[in-house]
């Protein structure tokens, strides 16, 4: 079946701007996962949804960083007034129900350039 | 903040060689898992190991865990070109966190 999606593929955007990226899991996977990657670096958690609601939101790195999974299924990651040090690979990751050996598949990612 | 550390951070070695790579971690973990990643982007799920597990077995990896050591490694036998990428450990920590906590990874090149 389908794995993770996640859109746009690459975004380029100017300091201060909005930007949201969107992460489709994969189906019938309740648990979601946002995480970012600095160049050389493994990815940092941000956020982990279980179903619509933000269960641990403990790596959001500030209030610029937002994101909702409205419907329980796709999620988006907002961030505002965009800062050069945001820019990073943003992937999103989903497992079956959360549990704590549930292998988390991830998607290509979202590379985002803050100019 | 990562809690892993991985070494080494580079290694290239000749196809058919085995590579060996190794993780240590800090805290307390429920499982440990090993990631491929190539050219920056997705990562793959390689192998999970529990943390009352000692080794497990896939193809041609072998993972190892001691958690009185706080440390794991990955060998990949018999290396091939396309095993050339960044691998990448992630513990999944204890206390009913759901979030992984990721090494730096180590790079790795098999050269032809």
């Known amino acids: 079946g389908a794995g993770v999606s996640q859109t746009p593929s690459n975004k380029v955007t100017e300091k201060g701007k909005y930007v949201e990226l969107r992460c489709d899991p994969i189906?019938?996977?309740?648990?979601l996962y946002w995480y970012r990657q600095s160049l050389g670096q493994g990815p940092e958690f941000l956020i982990y949804?279980?179903?619509?609601?933000?269960?641990?939101d403990s790596g959001l790195p500030n209030d610029r960083f937002f994101a909702v999974r409205p419907e329980g299924s796709v999620s988006t990651l907002k961030i505002q007034r965009t800062e050069r040090g945001d820019s990073a690979v943003y992937l999103c990751a989903s497992s079956l129900d959360g549990g704590v050996s549930n292998e988390q598949y991830f998607g290509p990612g979202t590379r985002l350039t803050v100019t | 903040s990562q809690q892993g550390e991985e070494d080494p951070q580079a290694l290239s070695i000749q196809e058919g060689e085995n590579a060996t790579m190794n993780c240590s971690y800090k805290?307390?973990?429920?499982?440990l898992q090993w990631y491929r990643q190539n050219s920056g982007r997705g990562l793959v799920h390689l192998i999970l190991?529990?943390?009352?597990?000692r080794e497990k077995h896939s193809g041609r990896l072998r993972v190892t865990l001691d958690t009185s050591k706080k440390s794991s490694s990955l060998l990949i036998t018999a290396s091939r070109a396309a095993d050339t990428a960044s691998y990448f450990c992630a513990t999944g920590p204890g206390g009913g966190a759901q979030k992984l906590v990721f090494g730096q990874g180590t790079r790795l090149t098999i050269n032809p």
């Open positions: 189906s019938g996977h309740t648990a």
């Open positions: 805290t307390s973990i429920n499982n």
């Open positions: 949804f279980q179903g619509t609601g933000a269960a641990d």
């Open positions: 190991i529990r943390s009352n597990e």
